[in-house]
């Protein structure tokens, strides 16, 4: 039990990859990287974690309650933010790709030229 | 290179990956054995230091202030990019947004679905506008309240047309609160180094109340202006992908 959070990681990220190997379509591929990325929030989240701890939110516990690290929750936030940015923009160039070659397909789009 | 090599040129990859994996997890502590220290050091000095009770802001906003700028601007460079990316391109043009065939049979929008998106719309401003006001306080902030903020415009084209969301959301408009949040981000920075301390210092006053919406100094001023620019760069984004949808055809 002490690694499981850890494999949950690897397993996401395995899944991820292999989606977008093997994807035949540039949103269902963008989809893909978007399982990829999700695994780091399972990493960062599961680093940070202190047994027994709560969140750490001092609104309505007291001061100097055990929490979980805020460092990685942060940086989770960043993640997250990045992943939607990084998202809008392979969406629409994948409609710039479907626009110009009149295929989805990331196989058929590799052996187009120009 | 054929579908069956990929697989394997990609088995190969990832065995080598999950042994890298195995490898780096053999060196961490166990699942709930955070060694620390930066986080505990934090948690002990965070209230005391910015009177925020919300820790994950303060290190968001104080602490951490400038990557999150980093941040705010890899959304605003993504929002200019997604309109450059779907600008009309040659050999294509615009439409009017009005209905051209009048005439035809266009299922309207059902009554369920308009009066559903309506009556929400309200509700998820003021949640939006919430969340962004109560960074320092709850598990909230600017990025959380700017993408709630941006749905209440979805919203709106749900309930109606898209000429109605542009109305709502006129592109200068949006542009022009857009770059306010992301530049007054940066200006309370610069205001810091202009009185001559380090940049993004926390020099508002604190407040008596920790966690108060009124504490914390520049936490509370700086989730603001990230909501905005959040809440705009969200709307731009859904306005250039549904205008690519709806307007912009072949032919010039």
């Known amino acids: 039990m002490q690694y499981f959070p850890f494999v949950v990681v690897a397993w996401i990220l395995g899944v991820g990859l292999y989606g977008v190997v093997t994807s035949r379509h540039l949103v269902h591929q963008i989809i893909c990287l978007i399982v990829v990325q999700s695994s780091t929030y399972v990493l960062l989240l599961g680093v940070g974690y202190v047994t027994g701890a709560v969140a750490p939110y001092y609104f ?11 460092v990685v929750q942060a940086l989770a936030l960043t993640d997250v933010v990045v992943e939607a940015a990084v998202t809008a923009l392979l969406l629409s160039f994948a409609v710039q ?3 110009r070659f009149g295929t989805l397909d990331p196989q058929e789009l590799a052996s187009l030229k120009g | 290179m054929t579908a069956a090599q990929r697989r394997w040129v990609f088995l190969a990859a990832a065995a080598g990956l999950a042994a890298f994996y195995l490898w780096g997890l053999l060196g961490l502590p166990g699942f709930g054995r955070y060694p620390g220290p930066y986080g ?5 000095l965070a209230v005391r230091q910015t009177s925020a009770t919300g820790i994950v802001s303060a290190v968001n906003f104080d602490y951490r202030g ?3 700028l980093g941040e705010e601007f890899i959304l605003f460079a993504a929002a200019a990019g997604t309109g450059i990316v779907l600008r009309r391109l040659r050999g294509e043009r615009e439409r009017p947004a009005v209905d051209e065939a009048a005439d035809r049979d266009v299922p309207p929008t059902s009554g369920a679905v308009r009066m559903a998106a309506l009556a929400c719309t309200g509700p998820v401003v003021v949640m939006g506008w919430w969340l962004t006001s109560h960074a320092q306080a709850n598990p ?3 990025f959380q309240g700017g993408v709630v903020v941006a749905t209440a415009f979805i919203l709106v084209y749900l309930s109606g047309e898209f000429i109605v969301f542009k109305r ?18 940066a200006a309370i920075g610069v205001a ?6 380090a940049y993004l210092t926390n020099y508002l006053p604190k407040g ?16 603001f202006f990230v909501g905005l620019e959040v809440a705009a760069a969200f709307i731009l984004i859904a306005g250039e992908l549904l205008e690519q949808t709806l307007l912009i055809r072949r032919g010039s």
């Open chain 2, 192 to 197: 810091a180094v202009a009185m001559g301390l």
């Open chain 2, 208 to 223: 008596q109340v920790a966690g108060a919406v009124s504490s914390s100094g520049t936490i509370a001023l700086i989730s």
């Open chain 2, 168 to 185: 709502f959301s006129p592109v200068h408009l949006t542009d022009a609160v857009e770059a306010v949040g992301a530049g007054g981000f």
């Open chain 1, 97 to 99: 790709a479907h626009k």
């Open chain 2, 140 to 142: 909230s902030g600017g």
């Open chain 2, 40 to 44: 505990f050091v934090i948690l002990r």
């Open chain 1, 60 to 70: 309505d516990v007291p001061v100097h309650t055990p929490a979980v690290d805020p």
């Open chain 2, 66 to 68: 400038f990557d999150t």
